[in-house]
């Protein structure tokens, strides 16, 4: 599977800071040697559909449910959709923990991504507390279920396993740890999530992006404070697509 390399900008490049990473982002790697995705903050989606050098994916960090209505702040998945992304993130830990997004909310999200065209990239992941009491198996499954049947009308989807201990923080999870969570995703998803992939989220950074991708169900990554400057994203990109060569030769 060709890997994906995704950076989730969150709140950081407006129009003008995204045109410019735009015209410097060049990562040196063949074409289709990667899949790479943006996902820019919905005011600069148009900046980043029209600015992109290289062939790539555009997303959005959120929609709402609903297609329209009274929802003052909200977007849907179909304006997304209009206003050319063709992914959605859904439930990242941010969306979760300070906006207090629930499983259920999640899953309705994923349902209105799928409804709309758009691949449903899910995250998941669990707190340093829950992973000290023994719990990552019970809140990877208990998240992959409350939204497994949203994705029923889904052409395509991704999951991005991100531990919340591991976001933003400098820590990363080892490959082992990886290579552990994504076996719980794999299973949690079963016939389903067959093809879809499962991206490791959480301090990728240039020296430890090709490690984690070459962790047999680590079929990409996904980057947030690493995405921001095109070098090194580039560079990020590029050890994914020796790495993915180097997978797919053995
Ligand atoms: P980070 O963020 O790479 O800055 O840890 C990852 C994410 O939140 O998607």
């Not at 994705?151 to 531990?163: C, D, N, R």
């Not at 740890?177 to 950074?205: F, M, N, Q, W």
């Amino acid at each position: 599977m060709v890997k994906v390399v995704a950076g989730n900008w969150k709140m950081h490049h407006g129009p003008s800071a995204t045109t410019r990473f735009l015209s410097r982002f060049r990562p040196e790697v063949e074409d289709g040697s990667v899949r790479l995705v943006f996902f820019p903050p919905h005011l600069s989606l148009a900046a980043a559909v029209a600015g992109t050098r290289v062939p790539a994916d555009f997303g959005v960090q959120n929609i709402h449910w609903e297609g329209s209505g009274a929802l003052t702040g909200e977007v849907s998945a179909e304006m997304a959709r209009e206003a050319g992304a063709t992914l959605a993130l859904i439930g990242h830990s941010e969306r979760r923990h300070i906006f207090g997004e629930t499983d259920a909310e999640v899953g309705r999200k994923v349902a209105a991504a799928a409804r709309a065209g758009l691949v449903p990239v899910v995250c998941v992941g669990e707190l340093l507390a829950e992973r000290r009491a023994g719990r990552l198996d019970e809140v990877l499954r208990r998240q992959v279920g409350a939204f497994a049947e949203s994705l029923a009308g889904a052409a395509e989807f991704m999951v991005a396993y991100e531990p919340v201990w591991a976001i933003g923080t400098g820590e990363t999870a080892t490959p082992g740890d990886a290579a552990e969570a994504h076996g719980i995703v794999r299973d949690a998803l079963g016939t389903l999530g067959r093809g879809a992939p499962v991206l490791y989220g959480g301090s990728v950074k240039p020296g430890n992006a090709a490690a984690l991708v070459s962790v047999p169900d680590v079929d990409g990554v996904l980057v947030g404070g690493a995405s921001l400057d095109p070098d090194v994203f580039a560079r990020i990109a590029e050890a994914c697509a020796s790495a993915g060569r180097a997978g797919a030769g053995s």
